[in-house]
C-alpha cells in the first residue's frame, strides 16, 4: 500500500508543523515580519500550541534555555533577522555554555537579496559558528522536515547544546509537497562493563574519594541511583557550579557546591582526594576554581570522567577512566551493592563523611560578615535565606542571573534535588547577567503550580526585568527578591582588590523597584530590616498563590555586604595591605 500523498504547503507551514512532530508545544520569542508565515503556520496549532510573546530576545533566548533545564526537553526560540537574531545570541552563547538542547529558529533575508547586506541581513553561520552546536540555513521547503528532525538530533544527543536554522523569506513562502519526519530520538551512549569495573576498581581502592556531578541529563531515577550508590559506599557528592539539584542539598552525603566561592575546605578536599568521580560536569573554569583543583594535564588524583561528548574528555584533564556516555545511562549501570573496600576503609569514609557534612554545617551557618561585627545587622542576608527556608516550599525553583548576591542562594539555600523535587535551580553557568528573570518567569508560567523564587541584583535585574510584563499577560506568578547594593558590586569588589579605592564605572542608581512591579500590574515590597522582610515575604507567598501576579521585594542592602566572609572596607583593606 502507498502512503497517501502529503498536502502541498508552505516553508512556514512546514516548519510549523515539525515543531510539533517533534513534541514541542511551548516555544519563546519575539515576532518579525520575515517569518510571518511560520506564525501563520503555528496560528493553525493555536490550540495545542503555546508562544510565548517576550518583550526582547535575550529574554526569550534565556526562557528556552530555562525551558530545557528546567523540562528536559528542547527549549525553542524563534526570533527575527539581524536585531532579533542579536538580541537572543546571548541565550545561545548559555545554552553552548549550560549544554543546553535549545532550537533557535531565526527569519533571513530571502535568496533573491541574499550577500547585498539586506536589510537586516547576516549569515548566521558566520555570526553564530563558534558559538552554536550546529548552524545551518534551509534553502528548500522540500528539506524543512530534513532539516529540522536533524536539528533536533543535535540539539539533545550527547552533550547537548543549541541549534540555530536560518530560514529565508523565500523558501518560507515556497511551496513544497513532503512527508513528514517522525519525532526526534535523543541519544546516548551507554558505558562499557570493563569501563565500569575499572571505575569501581579505582574507587574501592581509594581512601579518599569524592563524586562530582552535574551537567544535563539528570532523572528523577538517575537522581536516585546516585544517592543510593553513594549511601552505600559513604562518597561525599558535591555538585558543579550551578547544577546544585542533582542532590538533595539537605542529603548526609552533600558535600557542597563546587563552583565559585567553593568552601575552602571542600577545595581542599578536592584536592587531597584520592580518587574522584566526575558524572556529567565538564571540569570547566568555574568547577575547577580556575583549573587549580586537579593539575593540568595529568590530575594528581585518580579520576573517572563520565560525559556524554566523548570531545569533552581529556579536554583539559587527562582522566585515568575516560567513559563517553549519558548521565542517565551511567548512572543506572553504577553497582547496585557497596563496592568491598575492607572494614577499616569503610569505617574511615564514614568519619570522613561525618566530617564533610560537619565542614558544610559550618560553611552554612551565620557568617563571619555578621557574626564579627559589634552591633547587628539591619537587614542580615543570611537571615533573609533562613526566612525562605522557613517559608518557602522546599521544592521552590530557585533562579538567579550573576553577581555576588547569588551566593546567598548557593551557599545557604538547600536546593531539593531532582529525585524528588524535580529540576530546582535555574542559573547560567555562563556567569550571565539577567537570566534570572525570564528563567523565573519561564517556570511561573510553564509550572504554575510550583513557588518560583528569583534572586536578582538591582544591576541583574534591570536587564531583563521587562518580562515581568509577559509573567502578568501569561499569569506567571515569580517572587523576585532584589540586592540592592546600587552598584555592579562584583565589580567593584574586583576593582577593589586590583586597584584599591579607583572606583570607577561600578555605581547604579536605580527606579523604585517596588513601584515598577506595580506598574506592571504585580505586587512591589521595600524592605530595609529582616522583620520587614519576614512580613513582604509571607505578603508574597499569599500573593503569588490568590491574585497570581509577580511580585518584587527590593532589600536595601547595606553596600558594605559584598560577601558574607568581609565586607567592602575589609576587602579594600586587605588589598591595600597587600600592595
Ligand atoms: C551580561 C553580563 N554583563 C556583564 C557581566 C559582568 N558582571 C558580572 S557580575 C556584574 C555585576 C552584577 O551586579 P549586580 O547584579 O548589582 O549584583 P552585585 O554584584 O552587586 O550583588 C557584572 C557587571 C556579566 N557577567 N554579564
Ligand atoms: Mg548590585
Known amino acids: 500500500?502507498?502512503?497517501?500523498?502529503?498536502?502541498?504547503?508552505?516553508?512556514?507551514?512546514?516548519?510549523?508543523?515539525?515543531?510539533?512532530?517533534?513534541?514541542?508545544?511551548?516555544?519563546?520569542?519575539?515576532?518579525?515580519?520575515?517569518?510571518?508565515?511560520?506564525?501563520?503556520?503555528?496560528?493553525?496549532?493555536?490550540?495545542?500550541?503555546?508562544?510565548?510573546?517576550?518583550?526582547?530576545?535575550?529574554?526569550?533566548?534565556?526562557?528556552?534555555?530555562?525551558?530545557?533545564?528546567?523540562?528536559?526537553?528542547?527549549?525553542?526560540?524563534?526570533?527575527?533577522?539581524?536585531?532579533?537574531?542579536?538580541?537572543?545570541?546571548?541565550?545561545?552563547?548559555?545554552?553552548?555554555?549550560?549544554?543546553?538542547?535549545?532550537?533557535?529558529?531565526?527569519g533571513q533575508v530571502g535568496n533573491d537579496f541574499v550577500e547585498r547586506e539586506a536589510f537586516q541581513e547576516i549569515d548566521y553561520r558566520r555570526m553564530f559558528g563558534p558559538m552554536a552546536k550546529w548552524v545551518a540555513q534551509i534553502d528548500d521547503a522540500a528539506r524543512v522536515p530534513e532539516y529540522m528532525a536533524h536539528a533536533f538530533q543535535v540539539a539533545t544527543s550527547g552533550r547537548p547544546g543549541p541549534v540555530v536554522l536560518a530560514l529565508p523569506e523565500d523558501m518560507l513562502s515556497a511551496n513544497a509537497v513532503i512527508a513528514e519526519a517522525r519525532p526526534f530520538q535523543s541519544v546516548q551512549a551507554y558505558p562499557g562493563a570493563?569501563?565500569?569495573?575499572?571505575?569501581?576498581?579505582?574507587?574501592?581502592?581509594?581512601?579518599?574519594?569524592?563524586?562530582?556531578?552535574?551537567?544535563?541529563?539528570?532523572?528523577?531515577?538517575?537522581?536516585?541511583?546516585?544517592?543510593?550508590?553513594?549511601?552505600?559506599?559513604?562518597?561525599?557528592?558535591?555538585?558543579?557550579?550551578?547544577?546544585?539539584?542533582?542532590?538533595?542539598?539537605?542529603h548526609p552525603n552533600y558535600a557542597g557546591d563546587v563552583g565559585i566561592g567553593i568552601n575552602p575546605k571542600l577545595a581542599a578536599r578536592v584536592k587531597d582526594a584520592d580518587a574522584v568521580l566526575c558524572i556529567g560536569a565538564r571540569l570547566g573554569e568555574m568547577t575547577t576554581s580556575g583549573y587549580t583543583l586537579f593539575e593540568v594535564p595529568v590530575p594528581k588524583q585518580k579520576l573517572i570522567h563520565v560525559h556524554g561528548d566523548p570531545s569533552e574528555l581529556g579536554r583539559v584533564y587527562q582522566a585515568d577512566v575516560m567513559i563517553a556516555a549519558g548521565v542517565a545511562e551511567f548512572c543506572a549501570a553504577l553497582p547496585k551493592q557497596a563496592i568491598a573496600v575492607g572494614a577499616g576503609k569503610l569505617e574511615n569514609r564514614k568519619a570522613a563523611l561525618a566530617s564533610v557534612h560537619a565542614d558544610l554545617t559550618a560553611w552554612r551557618s551565620e557568617p563571619p560578615l555578621y557574626t564579627k561585627r559589634s552591633a547587628p545587622a539591619k537587614l542580615n542576608l543570611w537571615q533573609v535565606v533562613q526566612t525562605l527556608k522557613r517559608l518557602a516550599p522546599a521544592d521552590s525553583i530557585v533562579t538567579n542571573g550573576a553577581g555576588n548576591f547569588a551566593t546567598w542562594a548557593h551557599r545557604f539555600w538547600p536546593y531539593a534535588g531532582i529525585e524528588t523535587a524535580g529540576k530546582t535551580q535555574l542559573a547560567p553557568t555562563s556567569g550571565a547577567m539577567g537570566y534570572g528573570v525570564p528563567a523565573g518567569v519561564m517556570?511561573?508560567?510553564?509550572?504554575?503550580?510550583?513557588?518560583?523564587?528569583?534572586?536578582?541584583?538591582?544591576?541583574?535585574?534591570?536587564?531583563?526585568?521587562?518580562?515581568?510584563?509577559?509573567?502578568?499577560?501569561?499569569?506567571?506568578?515569580?517572587?523576585?527578591?532584589?540586592?540592592?547594593?546600587?552598584?555592579?558590586?562584583?565589580?567593584?569588589?574586583?576593582?577593589e582588590k586590583h586597584f584599591p579605592e579607583r572606583v570607577y564605572g561600578t555605581k547604579l542608581s536605580n527606579p523604585d523597584f517596588a513601584k515598577y512591579a506595580e506598574s506592571f500590574g504585580g505586587k512591589g515590597f521595600t524592605v530595609a530590616t529582616?522583620?520587614?522582610?519576614?512580613?513582604?515575604?509571607?505578603?508574597?507567598?499569599?500573593?503569588?498563590?490568590?491574585?497570581?501576579?509577580?511580585?518584587?521585594?527590593?532589600?536595601?542592602?547595606?553596600?558594605?555586604?559584598?560577601?558574607?566572609g568581609a565586607t567592602l572596607d575589609a576587602i579594600t583593606a586587605a588589598a591595600r595591605n597587600a600592595m
Request: proline share 6%; aromatic share 8%; with cysteine.
Open 1 to 106: 500500500m502507498t502512503s497517501p500523498t502529503p498536502p502541498s504547503r508552505s516553508g512556514g507551514h512546514l516548519v510549523a508543523d515539525a515543531l510539533i512532530t517533534h513534541g514541542v508545544d511551548t516555544a519563546f520569542g519575539v515576532p518579525g515580519e520575515s517569518y510571518l508565515a511560520v506564525l501563520d503556520g503555528l496560528y493553525r496549532h493555536r490550540d495545542d500550541f503555546r508562544f510565548v510573546i517576550c518583550r526582547q530576545e535575550g529574554g526569550a533566548a534565556f526562557m528556552a534555555d530555562a525551558y530545557a533545564k528546567l523540562t528536559g526537553k528542547p527549549g525553542v526560540c524563534l526570533v527575527t533577522r539581524g536585531p532579533g537574531a542579536t538580541n537572543a545570541a546571548i541565550g545561545v552563547h548559555t545554552a553552548q555554555q549550560d549544554s543546553s538542547p535549545m532550537i533557535l529558529l531565526v
Open 194 to 250: 570493563a569501563q565500569i569495573e575499572r571505575a569501581a576498581e579505582l574507587l574501592a581502592a581509594a581512601e579518599r574519594p569524592l563524586v562530582i556531578v552535574g551537567g544535563f541529563g539528570w532523572t528523577r531515577e538517575a537522581a536516585r541511583q546516585l544517592r543510593e550508590f553513594a549511601e552505600a559506599n559513604y562518597l561525599p557528592v558535591g555538585c558543579a557550579f550551578r547544577f546544585q539539584d542533582c542532590i538533595d542539598n539537605s
Open 443 to 495: 517556570a511561573a508560567i510553564v509550572a504554575p503550580e510550583r513557588t518560583v523564587i528569583n534572586f536578582a541584583g538591582d544591576g541583574d535585574f534591570m536587564m531583563t526585568s521587562q518580562e515581568l510584563a509577559t509573567a502578568v499577560q501569561y499569569g506567571g506568578a515569580p517572587i523576585c527578591i532584589v540586592f540592592n547594593n546600587g552598584m555592579y558590586g562584583t565589580i567593584r569588589m574586583h576593582q
Open 530 to 564: 529582616n522583620a520587614e522582610f519576614d512580613v513582604a515575604f509571607a505578603a508574597a507567598l499569599a500573593h503569588t498563590r490568590t491574585v497570581k501576579t509577580p511580585v518584587v521585594i527590593e532589600l536595601k542592602v547595606d553596600p558594605q555586604d559584598l560577601t558574607p
